[in-house]
DNA sequence: CGACGAAGTTGAGCTGGCGCAACCTAGGCC
DNA sequence: GGCCTAGGTTGCGCCAGCTCAACTTCGTCG
């Protein structure tokens, strides 16, 4: 087990407001883990048993239906707490993750939370704080469903990637890891047929580069259009 | 303001695990308010400087987006702790909560929030526990909305309220609070339109009895195969 | 280097359920 | 009691986007 030094996390939310010598003690409690391309980190249903901490890379939370219906249900990228089941009373965790890139995450044993949150009240905070913003997120996307055209939704969701793991490139922002049009129509409640289409026609129009599991967005500003509900780029609506 | 007597809420999540001294001071901190059907607790957008706990009655949570589109986020059964923006981060209510009955809630300024779970960590775990299962709840409801008919997403929504906040009665089991067509349609992302069909197809079935803003399922094993996607009822469906 | 598979593209047709519109019905209020 | 309005029902036409299907492109591995 590598030791983990305390300058790489001293700044990220969870260890804001703890001492050096709390960051130690609470770092010498957990383990780093490398998790190749492709690895899962946890399985859904499977014992919740550990919490952890992204140091690097990226990885995609999948959950699946009893029937068998698959959806991404987020991307997590580093500095970010997950796999915090525990916390919220869940013996298992309710969706798997996959390193979508070689990834590097901390680990903690659940049997420590109660603990760790009494000595560290500002812990229970982040948490409390991380699973807030998802609850936010999540609920975004409930409204997205329940109202907007496929079209929004989409753009939505890249916007959403860009900004969460966007890295600048001459042609514009690139979603930072491999995503498959598969992957993205789970994220919006589509077909991979759909956003294929929809992303060809952006390509057209210069809104998107696309690729083989590769996005680039190129006008953000008219994506966010788009994503508001304003009407298609070169049709020249009139009503008189 | 009334004096809330330890009692009444003693064996709530959010008083578990404190003893009766703590839980008279938790008590002596907060405002017992009143809030007639249809007054609203907060409205979204409005700065989050309370949280509190519904001691009775039923709250209807909604959202509206810049668009205007509104939706129903989640109905509030007496026991909740809700409204605790503040603790997520936020510094203003994200949705509007609607006394759907005449209603009773604690109230205590978010500004003791932080000094609170410092002083009872049990607290941060409650709350932690509560937007935890909200965070379930909706990303149920994202993969419902992905993958289901209207028709699943209907059925599902009737029972989570019949769970939630079913009465038992002759008939079978009644949603306790006036709900009106438009409400399920605003809790399943479609219209009012299609609810009323589906609820008239229903009540010709015997699985439901509607009425004026009242709903009593009548058959919950039936409705509970249609949510997990079964065949309709009398469809004598046959694959060779 | 060839070939196999995973990812992506594109066409054609069908349909669930939305939009619109007209119409009932039950309360509440004067 | 009668009016008025919010809530509910129902018919009809249409279209966004799903399904099915055929085909292309790219990467990688033997």
Redesign the pocket.
Known sequence: MAAVDRSLVANLPMFAGLTPTEQDELLREARSIRYPKGAAVFDQGAEADRFFLLLHGHLRVEKTTSQGQQSVVRYVSAGELFGVAQAMNLTNYPATAVAAVDSIALAWPSSSWHRLIVKYPSLASTALQTVGSRLQDTQARVMEMSSE???QRVAHALLRLAKQAGRKVDAGVEIDFP????DVAEMT?????????I??AW?QQGLVE?????IVLCDTHRLHDLAEGEEAVQAHKREP
């Not at 409640?189 to 294929?196: A, D, K, M, N, R």
Request: charged share 25%; hydrophobic share 20%.
């Open positions: 055209q496929v079209e995503i498959s049009r598969q409640g589509t077909t991979l047929h759909t956003v294929s289409r992303l060809s390509e696309g690729g083989r599991q590769r």
